[in-house]
């Protein structure tokens, strides 16, 4: 993917007031700028981009949800009543359980449930045995007219190497801008230089189970609200071995929550205190915002 800021970058580097990246940081931007084409692909694809959702609904156990399964998809929507629609979804433990008039089915993850008008339903499983319910649009304009990310240019001191302090396994519960809530485990910090500065975020992990083989940074920085998503960004980081070793913490890669682009998703309220830095690389904020 060519960036439209390309030619200035080119310009600033022959003039001398950027160094020209060296062969190793040009293979790194190629990787880089193949995992966004990679990205975008990925957001533009009808049947599986996070976009293409038209309600949603979170349920507890043995909670159920109710919609006129032949609803146009500007109409669709769930309901907490049964009166409210013909098609009911019960979350029953590793299923949800239709109904629609006499036929009974069940919904398992990975599964789908046609609707009208080429929508369907997929469930997920959520922290404290919930359940996600989506109406999904392979046909939504939010992914048909999907302008591709934002991102900072590329920045090869972003990349940074990060010393990983371990600590005590500890549990952390997440509210969520849904009103649920998330859990992750606090597995330590990492320590890390930042233009002359040196930085500490706390690393997360799924169980805090090792050999920690990828650890999740949830952060904020001084680029929040204005360049960034004011809800925070997420960095995850893959770490087969585990983190014994100092390992590259590249910020070329940080994300916004979900939140950013649709609110249908549970995304988890940060409560570490921002850092006090601008963190000016990954992505920023929505072309829409």
Not at 176 to 193: C, D, E, M, Y
Request: proline letters at 8%; a negative charge; one cysteine or more.
């Amino acid at each position: 993917m060519i960036r439209t800021a390309l030619p200035l970058v080119l310009l600033t580097a022959l003039l001398g007031c950027q160094p020209s990246l060296t062969p190793q940081q040009q293979a790194a931007e190629g990787r880089w700028q193949s995992w966004l084409e990679e990205q975008n692909r990925s957001a533009r694809d009808p049947k599986t981009s996070f976009l293409n959702i038209r309600d949603a609904m979170y349920l507890a156990p043995g909670q159920s949800a109710y919609l006129d399964s032949q609803a146009s998809p500007e109409r669709i929507r769930w309901h907490d009543e049964a009166s409210e629609g013909d098609l009911g979804l019960t979350h029953q433990g590793a299923v949800a359980a239709l109904k629609l008039g006499e036929h009974q089915a069940t919904l398992a993850v990975g599964e789908e449930w046609p609707l009208t008008e080429g929508l369907f339903l997929t469930v997920g499983r959520l922290h404290n045995e919930g359940l996600r319910a989506f109406v999904r649009d392979p046909n939504h304009p939010r992914v048909r007219d999907f302008p591709g990310y934002r991102y900072y240019p590329y920045n090869p001191e972003a990349a940074v190497t990060a010393r990983f302090e371990p600590g005590e396994p500890k549990t952390v519960t997440f509210q969520t801008i849904r009103g649920l809530k998330n859990q992750l485990v606090r597995v330590g910090q990492v320590h890390f230089p930042w233009q002359g500065e040196s930085v500490s975020l706390s690393a997360y992990h799924p169980t805090g189970e090792a050999p920690l083989e990828a650890l999740v940074f949830l952060f904020k920085d001084g680029t929040n609200g204005d360049e960034t998503y004011g809800g925070g960004r997420e960095l995850l980081v893959d770490l087969p071995s585990g983190p014994a070793e100092p390992f590259t913490l590249d910020f070329n890669y940080t994300v916004n929550l979900y939140c950013a682009h649709s609110t249908f998703w549970n995304c988890p309220v940060l409560w570490d205190p921002p850092l006090a830095i601008e963190v000016a690389a990954g992505e920023q904020l929505p072309r829409d915002h």
